[in-house]
C-alpha cells in the first residue's frame, strides 16, 4: 500500500533535508479538478492517476499547457486542484540561469504544440527537471497519459489527436529542452 504524507509534512521533510532550500526543485501534483480527486485515491492504489503538474524552482511554478509555458504561485492553479509537492533534488543553476533556460526554451513549448497524452504539462515537467539536473517525476504521475498514449489503434481519445510518434494534427514535436550547466 502506498501511504501519502501530507503536503505540509512533505514541505517540512524537504526544506529539513535540502542542502539550500532556496535552490529546490518540486513537482507540484494537481488533480485535473476537484471531482477527480477521489478517483486518483483509488487509482493510487495500482499505481497512477489523471494529473496536472509545475515544476517549483526559486519560487516560481512554471508549467505548459495550451496556452504555452506559463508561470504561477507555487501550489496554486486557477483550475486544478493542488494534491502534494514532491521534492526532486537542488539545482545548481542560479536563478538567474534558470529564468535564461526558461526564455530560451519558451519557442519550443509554445500552445500550438500542447498534445494531450504526448507533449503536456507532464513532458515538460520531466524536461524542466533534466535540465535543471535534478530526478525525473516519479512514474505514477504521468501513468495515465503513457498507458493512453500507447495505443496505437485509437485515432482520438476524448475529441484530441493520439499520436505514439509524437506528430499529430497539431503539428510535430518540438525538440527537448536544453541542458544548461552551472559554470
Not at 485535473?32 to 511554478?61: K, Q
Not at 512554471?62 to 486544478?80: C, E, I, M, N, V
Not at 516519479?138 to 497519459?145: E, G, K, N
Amino acid at each position: 500500500l502506498k501511504f501519502k504524507i501530507s503536503p505540509i509534512l512533505r514541505d517540512m521533510q524537504g526544506i529539513w533535508s535540502v542542502p539550500d532550500p532556496q535552490r529546490a526543485v518540486y513537482l507540484s501534483v494537481y488533480d485535473l479538478d476537484s471531482r477527480l480527486g477521489l478517483l486518483n485515491d483509488i487509482a493510487g492504489f495500482f499505481g497512477g492517476g489523471a494529473y496536472h503538474a509545475g515544476i517549483e524552482v526559486y519560487g516560481t511554478e512554471w508549467t505548459f499547457g495550451q496556452d504555452g509555458l506559463y508561470s504561477h504561485q507555487p501550489r496554486q492553479h486557477d483550475y486544478h486542484s493542488y494534491r502534494e509537492s514532491i521534492f526532486l533534488g537542488t539545482t545548481t543553476l542560479s536563478n538567474e540561469q534558470v529564468q535564461k533556460l526558461l526564455e530560451a526554451s519558451s519557442p519550443f513549448w509554445h500552445g500550438d504544440s500542447y498534445d494531450v497524452l504526448n507533449r503536456n504539462c507532464l513532458t515538460f515537467a520531466a524536461s524542466l527537471a533534466q535540465a535543471l539536473g535534478v530526478r525525473r517525476p516519479p512514474t505514477w504521475v504521468s501513468s495515465f497519459a503513457r498507458t493512453w498514449a500507447s495505443f496505437d489503434d485509437l485515432s482520438t481519445v476524448f475529441g484530441l489527436p493520439v499520436s505514439r510518434s509524437g506528430v499529430s494534427s497539431l503539428g510535430p514535436r518540438p525538440p527537448r529542452m536544453a541542458v544548461m550547466s552551472a559554470r
